[in-house]
């Protein structure tokens, strides 16, 4: 029997690994068969990500992406270390709930730097030759907040929007080497990112239209398999809608 | 800070004219007291004092002097 999503041997850099979609896609992958390489700020809780890993070869490295100006070395470190990448997910990100008049530019650069810059830098990096293979996969863990606003979310649904915009292009450019870039524009998922959502006062009603209901991050993390996998060769350069049906 | 400089800050948060509230005016009295404010009022505690409000917290303040015997630090 073949696994279309099977990822034997192919070596995946996964951001925001130490908690919620990225965790949950982490040990997803290691589960297809490929080596994971986690990165996140917190040391311990990667080292939890770490132990729930299915196999051997995997790393963690902790860093803290709003350093910009280091991701091209500690990139360098990754690929030293593990050789050169078949696949890429961004899953680390931030949300804050900051109506319009609180929303200063300090408080929305600083969420840009995780949510999307650092985003953007790491696929200038990664998309070298010399530090990925042709007919890699990169994935941005993007919102339907990318599409559908919310009362409070405008950096949050800012960023989104913005992985969402430079995928298109960037996928042009990756295309001479078969490499493929999308984006998942997930609906609510049940992850930590969630809870704090809840318990910072958030609206639950504004979610009434997921009628499928919350999403399970093991299911989220089986859509970002899938992109990652040669199941999905014919989609590159798009923002794929994974929301249990939040948006129809 | 002054509670007088702390009324300040809520009342150019809440966009009233300087005067509007007082330590005793109850919550429930402010009609632009609503989900959103409570929004700003989380981000103007992070922002100005370092706390980190719960909507939780929020739902048990009662008067405006509840929400300034917080803002500390």
């Known amino acids: ?248 | 800070m002054t509670n007088g400089e702390k009324i300040d800050l809520l009342e150019e948060m809440l966009e009233l004219k300087s005067g509007t509230i007082s330590e005793n005016t109850a919550l429930a009295e402010i009609s632009v007291w609503d989900s959103m404010a409570a929004l700003s009022l989380i981000a103007l505690c992070d922002e100005h004092f370092g706390i980190q409000l719960t909507g939780e917290d929020i739902v048990k303040f009662r008067t405006v002097k509840d929400i300034l015997d917080i803002m500390v630090g």
């Open chain 1, 1 to 248: 029997m073949i696994n279309p999503m099977d990822l034997t041997g192919k070596s995946i850099l996964v951001t925001g690994a130490s908690s919620g979609i990225g965790r949950a896609a982490a040990v997803k992958l290691s589960r297809l068969g490929a080596k994971v390489i986690l990165t996140a700020r917190d040391q311990e809780r990667l080292g939890i990500t770490l132990s729930q890993l299915n196999g051997e070869g995997h790393a963690y490295y902790s860093y803290d992406l709003k350093r910009i100006e280091g991701i091209e070395e500690f990139l360098s470190k990754i690929v030293a270390d593990n050789g050169i990448l078949n696949g890429f997910v961004h899953s680390a990100g931030v949300s804050e709930m900051k109506p319009l008049k609180m929303s200063k530019f300090n408080s929305l650069h600083d969420l840009m730097l995780t949510n999307f810059y650092s985003f953007a830098e790491l696929i200038r990096c990664i998309s070298k030759k010399s530090s990925s293979a042709d007919g890699s996969s990169f994935i941005g863990v993007s919102s339907v907040s990318s599409i559908k606003g919310n009362k409070s979310q405008s950096a949050y649904s800012a960023s989104k929007s913005a992985m969402d915009g430079i995928i298109r292009p960037i996928a042009k450019e990756l295309s001479a080497r078969r490499i493929r870039i999308n984006t998942v524009l997930f609906g609510m998922i049940g992850t930590e990112m969630f809870n704090e959502f809840l318990k910072k006062g958030g609206d639950i009603s504004a979610w009434k239209d997921q009628y499928m209901g919350i999403g399970d991050p093991e299911d989220a993390a089986n859509v970002i398999a899938f992109l990652l996998s040669d199941a999905s060769k014919l989609i590159t350069g798009t923002g794929l809608i994974a929301d249990c049906g939040y948006l129809s």
